[in-house]
């Protein structure tokens, strides 16, 4: 005796397949599976519309097939092991060997069929976000199609109808899934000029995600809501994040795309950007200012451009000084100021490495190598021609070079500055400061000068209540 709610499933799988039979009679594209985080080089198009490939920032683009007009695609959801930084890895969940999954790019127009295997221990789905499509189309387990089970694969089908920036996750345990790194992107190019689609030399495209991981530890712990350690682009941290290298005078685009639990203002030094899109497809001109940060906020996509017109090596970066920093920045005491030399080596009778950590700042991180467990990135690090960099996390740079050669995305190394033209020690003797106090050099003299210090009276409350 069959109950009503296998009733209700099996039907639902019945239309689902008979409305694809005649895909479900056609071999599945063979996945396409990327093992390496090297960013790839863009992903030409050799069958279909014409268009300008994006760069994935240590991420590549999902080949297709063409089937009688039709892109098919297929995805592959399935636990994966990615490189953050040299130095560590995460056990994370994710498509086609990878987290994030592969960009998809398709143009204005195509009608797209997406082909999804799950082969992740729990069900899934994928909500491809910002598209306009069918309803029963759009992920949502439960509520606009049945879960995808483990062993199973569903079709998605529908025409990219707008141009723009997108990206795609599970709608399914998304606390669960996201946490352990399961998104990708997806752009639709223009069919045609689109008078507020600028054609650019470079365009690069990336998911901000963030991962708690304990130092020691390979998974990500999947309940944490907003104290996460590792904050990543595309599932990199910082000395791990490719350089964005472009040549001097590039039009560039940056499209950036939010899956973390808060937002991220991101920052490009040397250069001021337009904001030329969000998920909702591109900016109307009008609307359009400079600015040189940008705040993406959580599910929003952002498409910054600018004229590379300054040549050096300009840092790219979250705002927020926490996200450039990778585990063993949070829970540290504040010790600035604080004199425990003394205590130190008492410790260190007992403890022979012990080292006092932030009594002058917290750059003693960067400097000194500090014993960290296994699997685990140092807080902040990276070497720079200059020194330790002091960055982790969401932290990269923007090469800006006259000899880049067009399409070419090859790190070019460190910057040569012109001569003069780095900041120096001052070694000439220091002037005595001239201090507001000093007689008559007050813009606001008091009318009466105290004759002593104002004593400060704190009276504290005896007792915590009544607010
Ligand atoms: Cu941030």
């Known amino acids: 005796m069959m109950k009503r709610r296998d009733f209700l499933a099996s039907a639902g799988l019945v239309v689902a397949a008979s409305s694809v039979s005649r895909v479900a009679m056609a071999a599945l594209p063979e996945p396409v599976i990327q093992a390496t985080p090297d960013t790839m080089p863009p992903l030409v198009p050799n069958s279909g519309r014409p268009y300008n490939p994006v760069v994935t920032l240590n991420g590549w683009t999902l080949p297709w097939r063409m089937n009688n007009g039709v892109k098919e695609f297929h995805l592959v959801a399935e636990p994966v092991v990615r490189e953050i930084a040299p130095g560590m890895v995460a056990h994370l969940w994710g498509y086609n060997g990878q987290s994030p999954g592969p960009t998809i790019e398709v143009v204005e127009g195509d009608r797209v069929r997406l082909f999804v295997t799950n082969k992740l221990p729990e069900h899934t789905t994928i909500h491809w976000h910002g598209q306009r ?22 079709v998605y089908e529908f025409v990219a109808r707008r141009p723009g920036t997108f990206m795609y996750h599970p709608h399914a345990d998304e606390m669960t899934q996201m ?16 008078p507020l689609i600028d054609e650019v030399n470079r365009d690069f495209c990336f998911l901000l995600n963030a991962y708690d991981v304990e130092p020691g530890s390979y998974t990500p712990k999947v309940n944490t809501m907003l104290d996460f350690n590792l904050w990543t682009w595309n599932s990199r941290s910082f000395p791990g994040i490719d350089s964005l290298n472009v040549r001097l005078n590039d039009k560039v685009r940056i499209r950036i795309g939010n899956l973390t639990m808060t937002n991220h203002p991101i920052h490009l030094h040397g250069h001021e950007f337009l904001v030329t899109g969000t998920d909702g497809g591109p900016t109307p001109k009008s609307t359009r200012w400079y600015e040189v940060t940008t705040d993406v ?45 003394g205590i130190a080596s008492k410790i260190r009778k007992l403890i022979p490495d012990y080292m006092v950590m932030g009594e002058r700042g917290m750059a003693d991180m960067a400097e000194m190598e500090m014993p960290l467990p296994d699997n685990t990135l140092p807080m902040m690090t990276g070497q720079g021609p200059f020194g330790p960099v002091e960055m982790g996390g969401m932290f990269t740079t923007l090469k800006v070079r006259r000899d880049q050669k067009p399409g070419d995305y090859k790190d070019p190394g460190w910057f040569k500055h012109p001569v003069g033209t780095v900041a120096y020690e001052f070694k000439g003797s220091m002037a005595e400061p001239q201090r507001a106090s000093s007689a008559g050099n007050q813009a606001m003299p008091r009318a009466t000068q105290a004759s002593s210090p104002t004593e400060v009276r704190v009276r504290k409350p005896n007792a915590h209540t009544g607010h």
């Not at 992920?139 to 199609?145: A, E, R, S, T």
């Not at 000084?321 to 540290?332: E, F, I, K, Q, R």
Request: aromatic share 8%; hydrophobic share 35%; proline share 6%.
């Open 133 to 154: 499509l069918p309803n029963g189309m759009d992920g949502v387990g439960g509520l606009n199609q049945p879960q995808i089970q483990p062993g199973k694969t569903f």
């Open 297 to 341: 906020a959580v599910g929003q996509m952002r498409q910054i451009e600018f004229l590379a017109d300054e040549e050096g090596d300009w840092a790219f970066h979250c705002h927020k000084s926490h996200h450039t920093m990778n585990a063993m920045g949070h829970d540290v005491p504040t010790m600035v100021g604080v004199d425990h030399s």
């Open 179 to 194: 946490a352990m790194g399961m998104m990708g992107f997806w752009v639709t190019h223009p069919k045609t000029r689109n």
